[in-house]
């Protein structure tokens, strides 16, 4: 399901001029935008109502009446779970405000992604995955510890499974990918090049693609066969990703317990037969 206010923040960050004031307006204000006309809208925004049309027509509506209907109800489903705040950290921030902030917004991006995450989408993931001869998994930087998470659950359950640190081996890898493999595409920005690179390779092997991404059209998500959308709310501000990498670790956790859930009693038995002993503590 496309949250339309998830949509509006993503645009008004992508966006620039009139559609990311329209959009930051009835992000900020959902309930009050939703009972404005299209002159009213237009009114509180400094806009036209012409610009508020090509707005919703941006969103994949026809026109404001429909983009109208589906906020009112979306904000009848989820009130103010979705529509928050979002604060930047300061030189002056204390570090009990750090732990907060940094806290408030893991959690949140936590439960906006499974406001977006398709249980359709998950289903057919996962019936992909089982029927697929191995999983390559494919991510750089901060994504490839989301990989490597995929590849020691998976390798739990003797799915055959395949990761690597080097870009250039993870495009080998997708060179001798075939239509038997399932992969399993890790970019939260979604304009990964070297991404979508070994993605196009795995399209002309005819390697069926699950990309974990954000929330936005973005290349990896053109080029993907299934998406598992994570909310994309990362600050301009941070030492790496964060609450994307959460985001993601997450959507691995529901891929795999899905996957494991299938085959529930295979599943026990390998766990079991997987367990690492840890010899007990002396002192």
């Not at 806290?103 to 995450?117: A, E």
């Not at 970019?187 to 974990?212: H, V």
């Not at 317990?257 to 002192?283: D, G, V």
Request: a neutral charge; one cysteine or more.
């Amino acid at each position: 399901m496309r949250s339309i206010l998830l949509s509006l923040a993503e645009l008004k960050h992508s966006a620039s001029g009139v559609p990311a004031q329209i959009a930051a307006y009835i992000y900020s204000n959902p309930d009050s935008a939703a009972a404005l006309n299209i002159r009213a809208l237009a009114n509180k925004t400094y806009t036209s109502p012409s610009s508020v049309i090509r707005l919703c027509r941006t969103l994949g509506f026809h026109g404001y009446k429909d983009f109208r209907h589906d906020l009112l109800l979306e904000i009848a489903s989820f009130g103010n779970q979705i529509s928050h705040s979002e604060r930047e950290l300061r030189p002056e921030d204390s570090i009990t405000s750090i732990i907060n902030t940094i806290t408030q917004k893991n959690v949140q991006v936590l439960l906006d992604s499974q406001h977006i995450l398709d249980p359709d989408v998950v289903e057919a993931c996962v019936n992909l995955l089982r029927s697929s001869r191995s999983i390559l998994l494919f991510g750089i930087g901060a994504s490839l510890c989301a990989a490597k998470d995929a590849y020691l659950k998976f390798l739990r359950l003797n799915k055959p499974c395949c990761v690597s640190e080097d870009w250039h081996a993870q495009l080998l890898q997708a060179r001798n990918a075939s239509s038997e493999d399932a992969a399993i595409i890790f970019s939260y920005s979604g304009q990964t090049q070297e991404m979508a690179a070994c993605m196009k390779a795995l399209r002309e092997n005819r390697t069926k693609c699950i990309a974990i991404t954000r929330f936005a059209d973005s290349q990896v998500s053109r080029l993907a066969d299934y998406k598992l959308y994570i909310a994309a709310n990362e600050a301009l501000f941070r030492s790496g990703a964060m609450s994307s990498r959460l985001a993601q670790l997450n959507v691995i956790d529901i891929l795999y317990t899905a996957f494991a859930n299938s085959e529930y009693e295979y599943s026990l038995r390998q766990f079991a037969h997987t367990h690492i002993q840890k010899p007990p503590y002396e002192l």
